[in-house]
């Protein structure tokens, strides 16, 4: 493949990647919130492990 058609790929796959504002925002928070409940959930795992031992 040539340089130039390795260019075109990827400015057509950052195209790709730009959908609505809306959808992104969603996705965002939805991540943020699996986050938070991750986390939360570790604490949890962390604090019985200290209990058992």
Known sequence: MTRNTVKEKKKS???NLKPDKE???EKAN???KMKKALKRINAKRIIID???K
Do not use: G, M, N, P
Request: proline share 0%; aromatic share 8%; charged share 35%.
């Open 13 to 15: 796959k950052k195209e």
């Open 23 to 25: 959808i992104t925002t």
């Open 30 to 32: 939805s991540y943020l």
């Open 50 to 52: 200290a209990q058992d």
